[in-house]
């Protein structure tokens, strides 16, 4: 098994809260689990640091990340300064072959939830941000996006949330139409008014957290 297929699996089972907040990760044990080498464990915690859910000690204590409200706040804070930075390229370069790209994003959303398709629009519109960070060609800058998006994800599955996501579907769609018309400033608002209703349908009381077997967590996946 590679680095890369034990980072997904650890990841999958931290944001689905299998592996709840705080829970502790001995090398040992995944290297058993998974039945590689203490070497590629080690690789792949060492990845899920980098994406920020995981800390490791400096003796090699391994756990599961639990934000705090504020990191919660200062997160969002990050993830709308880099999707404003994308806005101001994307009304510069004018190129309405990304609206239209962006416009048929929405549309599936929009259809996949028409359609009952719920899990599937609520992907499609996770989806959105990365497609949307994607269009101006910067890996660096997406990379970084995707690590605060993956520590996002970890948030919403540690604080029950309670959306409404038609309106979080008819943001995007504002978001696209004030960038068709090269409107940037309101652009730039709505997606900050955006993230603002993403915080508010958090509920941040800590919930139960929930023990876990490592090898029932990851056996049928392996």
Same mark, same amino acid.
């Given at each position: 098994?590679?680095?890369?297929?034990?980072?997904?699996?650890?990841?999958?089972?931290?944001?689905?809260?299998?592996? *709840? *907040?705080?829970?502790?990760?001995?090398?040992?044990?995944?290297? +058993?689990? #998974?039945?590689?080498?203490?070497?590629?464990?080690?690789?792949?915690?060492?990845?899920?640091?980098? @994406?920020?859910?995981?800390?490791?000690?400096?003796?090699?204590?391994?756990?599961?990340?639990?934000?705090?409200?504020?990191?919660?706040?200062?997160? #969002? @804070?990050?993830?709308?300064?880099? $999707?404003?930075?994308?806005?101001?390229? &994307?009304?510069? +370069?004018?190129?309405?072959?990304?609206?239209?790209?962006?416009?048929?994003?929405?549309?599936?959303?929009? $259809?996949?939830?028409?359609?009952?398709?719920?899990?599937?629009?609520?992907?499609?519109?996770?989806? #959105?941000?990365?497609?949307?960070?994607? &269009?101006?060609?910067?890996?660096?800058?997406?990379?970084?996006?995707?690590?605060?998006?993956?520590?996002?994800? &970890?948030?919403?599955?540690?604080?029950?949330?309670?959306? @409404?996501?038609?309106?979080?579907?008819? +943001?995007?769609?504002?978001?696209?139409?004030? &960038? $068709?018309?090269?409107?940037?400033?309101?652009?730039?608002?709505?997606?900050?008014?955006?993230?603002?209703?993403?915080?508010?349908?958090?509920?941040?009381?800590?919930?139960?957290?929930?023990?876990?077997?490592?090898?029932?967590?990851?056996?049928?996946?392996?």
């Amino acid at each position: 098994m590679k680095t890369s297929a034990i980072v997904q699996q650890i990841t999958h089972s931290i944001i689905k809260r299998t592996l *709840p *907040p705080g829970a502790k990760l001995n090398e040992r044990d995944l290297a +058993d689990t #998974f039945n590689v080498s203490r070497t590629l464990i080690r690789q792949a915690l060492d990845r899920l640091q980098q @994406d920020g859910l995981v800390l490791i000690s400096p003796k090699r204590a391994t756990t599961v990340v639990k934000p705090t409200i504020e990191e919660a706040h200062q997160l #969002f @804070d990050a993830i709308g300064i880099i $999707e404003s930075a994308v806005i101001d390229r &994307l009304g510069l +370069d004018g190129n309405m072959a990304c609206v239209q790209i962006l416009k048929k994003h929405v549309a599936r959303e929009r $259809e996949a939830a028409a359609a009952g398709q719920r899990d599937l629009a609520n992907q499609l519109g996770r989806d #959105f941000h990365k497609v949307f960070v994607g &269009l101006i060609e910067n890996s660096v800058l997406s990379k970084a996006h995707s690590q605060l998006m993956r520590q996002q994800a &970890l948030i919403t599955s540690l604080f029950r949330t309670e959306f @409404d996501y038609d309106v979080l579907q008819d +943001d995007h769609s504002a978001v696209v139409e004030f &960038l $068709e018309q090269g409107d940037v400033q309101e652009a730039k608002s709505v997606l900050l008014s955006h993230y603002k209703l993403v915080i508010l349908g958090y509920n941040f009381k800590e919930g139960q957290e929930n023990e876990f077997v490592l090898r029932e967590i990851f056996s049928p996946v392996i």
